[in-house]
Each structure stands twice: as structure tokens, then as C-alpha cells.
């Protein structure tokens, strides 16, 4: 068996010998001389050796008749890699990691063969940086673990109700003071996931969890809802809840601010195809009561706020794609009037309360499997799962631990199809130190299983394994 997770496709093992490899690389395509650099670095952090630029040891070579995302390594009296694509080869170089063994600064490697890709290419791993805000170089180390276990997306959860974590020069009160990165740090980060051939996703909440929008520009974002909400949502002085967290959707003012906000974190993230506006949770009982949002509704033929809500959800989603990007939500938005959102918005299922992943697929929607249970670290020690439970589980599968959810006594199980794009792991409300021994032990086990949507690989199996890459990544991501 292969100490590599996930488990490749196809491999074999010539002989249980190691053999000795030099301390070098070399590419016979110069467009990936940055991968392998890339590598070099890595391999020194880890290994503590520095590989030079030479042939005859590891070496890299282009092969077009790989499909994309494949890649091939054969491993005799030196070790050569196969690649079609940028993907591919950092696919490689990410196994070589963990197939190495290092030795009194000596370079060993079993003779093998593999030829592997991913069933599925939405592979990715979510971080809450509001909530919890994470110092920057945290958000390095996370990229680094993404290549390490073959993931290919970063969510960056950079706003919600806790902290505006962004920059922003159009309205330069909403980043939270010692809590938001920087316009240098943000390009900096692309460069460097880009290297590693990760992209990165960044999240913008909205119309719901937006109380630092409120709060810095009431004069936009809330528009003169103060004057109408009804003394239910007021104190007795007047004034407007402070646990209202939802813009106001009929205000123009709030509409155009928003789509200011949204073209500046799409021209912050050049690279990503993606860009995700939340749209769960909205405590929408607040618009009806707005005489703004009735007049809006009124006026675009709205029957309630549960319409205007998904009517919201597709202006926004329409203006991304408008700038060249694909929309992504979660699953909160409701069934009522959902047809007003355009079908090439991707929809995160995580929770089936408003959505469930059936229906989301039956009307036309694809869909990322976030399933709380079991792909959520979260604060509570009573509610969480670990490698056992994600191997148990796969791809088309939904399961929850709470009762008001459609998936606690019944998981939801949908068939085998292509509209399912792959799995999320989320991290939500700790900081670095808190959740990264657990994101690292379940981001293994749902890396298996989204590459692998046919389970492959024992339990006790893949925990042989999975110390492996736990070494390594501890070592990848030090503080040294």
C-alpha cells in the first residue's frame, strides 16, 4: 500500500525496496518552473534539503494525452512525472510529498507506478476569517494545506456578522479596525495561491449578516427603514434593534452601493471564477414593514418578502455574472420565487432546511455538498465528527444532527450525477489554534472521499496513511 492520500486510481508497487534518489529536479516545460519552485520550497520546509535544478532524479515531463486534472509518476531508477496541464503536475508534485522518505538528509523512494485524477473537481475547504478573524499568515498556511492534500478551491468566508475582513476603498469606515487585511496583503495572497495552483474564493454576505454595513453607512444601507418599522422592532425610544442585520432590499441607494462593493472584491480576486454572496439567513420580517421594500415590491409585482428575498438573491447573482463571474450561494434563500435566480448560480447545501439538495437539483440548480454532518468543525465538542464519519459518508449524501432540518431522521441521498460538483469542509467561529489539528485530520478524510466518490480504502487502512500526511503537514505549516 502507498502512504498517499488520497488513494490514487491506479498504482503499483514494484518492489517494497527504496531506492535512493539525488537531491534535485528538473522540467522539461519552462511554463512550470514556478511549480517546481514551488515545490523546492515546500520540500526544504519539510525536509530540510535544498533540490537543485538538474536532471537525474526527479524530473517532470508534459504528456497530451492526459486528460486534465490526470496525471501519471513512475518511479524506478529515478522518478518521472506525467502531466497534461498546470493542474495535473501540481497533482503530481503533491503526492511526491508524501511518497518521499528523508533520512539523515538522504532521499529515498519505493519503485512504483501511479496513474490517477479526481472524481470530482470541486474539492475545497472553507474558513470563517469574520467570526474568528485569522492573522494573515494563518491564511498562508491554509493555502499550503490545500496543496498538500489536493484540494483545489479556498473559501475565504471574509464577511458576516462579526467582522468586515476585507479592504475597501469605496467605503473605507467598513473594514473592522485591526481585524481586515490589507489591498498589498490580498495580492500577495493571489500570487501565492496561484503558485500552488489554488483558487481562492472570496465570500461577501448579503443582504443578511450585515450589521457592520448597517452601522458604518445607516444612511445607505438602511435607508430611512428606521422611520418605518413598526414598534415591534423598536425600542422604546424609537430606534432600530441592534441585532438587525439585513440591508434594505428596496432602497436604490443600498443596490447601488452593493454592486460598488461586489466589482471591488471581484477586481481583488482577478483569478477566481467565483465569487460567493452568502444569501442565507436573512431576517427578512424586517421588509415588511419597510414601506421602501413594499413600494419596491409593489411596483416589481412581489407578492411578500419571501419573493422579494429570492428576487434579491437573482439581482445579485445576475450582477455577478455580468462581471464575469459565476455566483455562489447558500442554500438559504427560499422556494418561493427561486426561479428568479439564475440556474448558473452554484448553491452550497449544508443544512436542508430551506433548500434540500433534491429539490435544488429537480429545479436545475448545481449544487457543493457542505452537509453538516459530517463536514463541520465547529465550537461545540458535543456536536462533532471526525475521520470515521466522513469515510462513512460521500458525495450525494446529506445528513444533519438537527431536528428541524429534513435530513436528521432521514439523510438525503440523491443519484449519482454530474450537477453535483463536489464537497466543502467548513471551519466556522475559532481561531487558527483552536481548529487546525481537526482540519487537518478532516480535511484528509474528505479529500478521500470527493476524489474518490467510490470508497477505495479501509478504515484502518487509511489511517496508516493518513499519519503520514499529518507529519507532513504539521511540518509544512510550522512555525519555525
Excluded at 478551491?153 to 473605507?172: I, K, M, Q, W
Excluded at 438537527?402 to 466556522?428: D, F, H, R
Aim: hydrophobic letters at 35%.
Amino acid at each position: 500500500m502507498l502512504n498517499l492520500i488520497p488513494t490514487p486510481k491506479k498504482s503499483t508497487i514494484i518492489n517494497n525496496l527504496y531506492h535512493k534518489i539525488m537531491a534535485c529536479i528538473y522540467s522539461e516545460n519552462n511554463e512550470w518552473k514556478t511549480y517546481v519552485k514551488t515545490f523546492c520550497d515546500m520540500f526544504e520546509t519539510i525536509f530540510s534539503i535544498h533540490l537543485s535544478y538538474e536532471k537525474g532524479s526527479i524530473e517532470l515531463y508534459e504528456d497530451k494525452s492526459l486528460q486534465k486534472g490526470c496525471y501519471r509518476i513512475i518511479s524506478d531508477d529515478c522518478v518521472r512525472l506525467y502531466a497534461s496541464d498546470c493542474e495535473s503536475v501540481l497533482y503530481a508534485l503533491s503526492s511526491l510529498m508524501q511518497l518521499v522518505s528523508v533520512n539523515n538528509d538522504v532521499i529515498t523512494v519505493q519503485s512504483f507506478s501511479i496513474e490517477d485524477c479526481p472524481d470530482k473537481e470541486y474539492r475545497a475547504f472553507m474558513i470563517d476569517l469574520s467570526r474568528n478573524w485569522h492573522p494573515f499568515d494563518k491564511l498562508l498556511k491554509f493555502v499550503d494545506i490545500c496543496f498538500l492534500y489536493k484540494l483545489k478551491y479556498l473559501h475565504l468566508h471574509f464577511v458576516d456578522t462579526g467582522v468586515y475582513s476585507l479592504p475597501s476603498r469605496a467605503f473605507p469606515k467598513l473594514p473592522s479596525q485591526n481585524k481586515h487585511y490589507t489591498f498589498e496583503q490580498i495580492e500577495y495572497l493571489n500570487k501565492y495561491a496561484k503558485n500552488k495552483g489554488i483558487v481562492l474564493i472570496p465570500e461577501y454576505e448579503c443582504p443578511g449578516h450585515s450589521p457592520r454595513l448597517i452601522k458604518q453607512y445607516p444612511e445607505i444601507f438602511d435607508d430611512t427603514l428606521e422611520q418605518n418599522i413598526q414598534g415591534e422592532y423598536c425600542n422604546e425610544m424609537g430606534e432600530i434593534s441592534e441585532d438587525k442585520t439585513i440591508i434594505c432590499a428596496g432602497s436604490e441607494k443600498a443596490w447601488e452601493a452593493t454592486k460598488l462593493i461586489l466589482k471591488e472584491i471581484c477586481d481583488m480576486f482577478p483569478d477566481s471564477p467565483y465569487i460567493n454572496i452568502g444569501g442565507d439567513e436573512a431576517d427578512i420580517k424586517y421588509w415588511k414593514h419597510c414601506s421602501i421594500c413594499c413600494e419596491y415590491m409593489n411596483k416589481n409585482n412581489l407578492a411578500d418578502e419571501y419573493e422579494l428575498y429570492s428576487e434579491y438573491i437573482g439581482r445579485v447573482t445576475s450582477y455577478i455574472i455580468r462581471l464575469g463571474k459565476t455566483p455562489i450561494v447558500w442554500e438559504g434563500f427560499p422556494q418561493k420565487g427561486s426561479e428568479k435566480i439564475p440556474k448558473e448560480t452554484i448553491v452550497i447545501a449544508w443544512e436542508s432546511l430551506y433548500n434540500t439538495a433534491d429539490s435544488l437539483l429537480a429545479a436545475g440548480f448545481k449544487i457543493i455538498n457542505a452537509s453538516w454532518q459530517p463536514l463541520y468543525i465547529v465550537p461545540n465538542i458535543k456536536i462533532r465528527w471526525g475521520t470515521s464519519d466522513i469515510l462513512k459518508w460521500n458525495v450525494y449524501n446529506w445528513q444533519n444532527w438537527w431536528e428541524k432540518s429534513y435530513a436528521y431522521l432521514n439523510p438525503i441521498t440523491v443519484s449519482p450525477t454530474e450537477q453535483v460538483l463536489g464537497g466543502m469542509l467548513c471551519a466556522w467561529e475559532q481561531t487558527y489554534d483552536q481548529e487546525i489539528q481537526f482540519v487537518l485530520e478532516n480535511l484528509s478524510a474528505m479529500s478521500e472521499r470527493v476524489w474518490n466518490v467510490k470508497r477505495v480504502c479501509s478504515e484502518s487502512d487509511f489511517i496508516d496513511k493518513q499519519r503520514n500526511l499529518l507529519r507532513i503537514a504539521a511540518l509544512a505549516i510550522s512555525d519555525k
